[in-house]
């Protein structure tokens, strides 16, 4: 699993721009609804070094947080702005699926190519989006507008696992949804992944229940195995929505804390 010495490691951020109450049996399949509750968090992320700067995802705006009842902090790109990245220039976006928490400002990075999965485009617009349960995480406008940036040349396709850049590979999990692609990333610390909602929290992954809101079960914890396979140490992966993320890894800087935390790092016991 190792690298070309060639390769300069990227560093990895994760940017926190909203929260909602959970309870348990929202987080697991056969969740006791008794259990106390616990909170969700929604993040994007930056992978970079001295020669590339990758988002992971655009997450979503005021407005949707209201119709979704999510408590919004603030914009993903207060946090980009902090590391020093103006969504308006970035260039390239990685979509690890179509969900409005993944996808929801897109608007915002008016000069990026999307890269996204064959599979995941054909499940947000085929058979299965007739069918309220799993379309509730889609919302119709934005998966519109992405079929529009399609045709106006800037999304990128992979139809399965690829390696994307020097020290970067995507690999495609479904589970979540049939299209979902994980981010490996090469680090200072060695292979990092970023699970978005590969693994919503680690207690999904770790204590081997699944998330509620999935197209394939099965495939969903293959995907835990896949994740494990493509890293050292399991605690250099990354779930997608555990607010532990901010507790585990420190922020850059004071003025980042609650928002900005770097994940290319060893986290606290």
Not at 129 to 136: I, L, V
Request: glycine letters at 8%; aromatic letters at 12%.
């Amino acid at each position: 699993m190792t690298v070309d010495a060639a390769v300069e490691p990227y560093e990895v951020y994760a940017i926190r721009y909203a929260t909602v109450e959970r309870k348990a049996a929202e987080n697991f399949i056969g969740g006791d609804a008794h259990e106390t509750a616990q909170h969700m968090d929604y993040f994007v992320w930056l992978v970079r070094n001295r020669r590339h700067a990758f988002v992971v995802d655009t997450g979503f705006n005021a407005q949707a947080a209201e119709k979704r009842k999510r408590r919004f902090l603030q914009s993903p790109t207060v946090g980009l702005k902090m590391l020093g990245v103006e969504a308006a220039t970035v260039p390239h976006v990685i979509i690890t699926h179509l969900h409005y928490d993944h996808i929801g400002n897109f608007d915002l990075f008016p000069q990026a190519t999307f890269y996204l999965q064959d599979e995941e485009m054909a499940f947000a617009t085929g058979r299965y989006m007739a069918n309220p349960f799993f379309r509730h995480g889609y919302e119709e406008d934005e998966v519109v507008a992405m079929v529009r940036n399609v045709y106006a040349g800037r999304v990128r396709f992979f139809d399965g696992d690829v390696d994307f850049a020097p020290g970067i590979s995507l690999h495609l999990l479904g589970g979540h949804t049939r299209g979902l692609q994980v981010v490996r990333v090469w680090t200072r610390i060695g292979w990092l992944v970023l699970a978005s909602d590969g693994s919503h929290y680690y207690a999904n992954m770790r204590e081997d229940r699944p998330f509620p809101t999935v197209f394939n079960v099965g495939a969903m914890v293959d995907g835990w195995q896949i994740m494990r396979d493509l890293v050292e140490d399991e605690r250099f992966i990354i779930p997608g929505h555990d607010p532990a993320v901010m507790d585990l890894y420190e922020p850059p800087a004071e003025e980042m804390q609650g928002i900005v935390v770097r994940l290319d790092a060893e986290p606290r016991e």
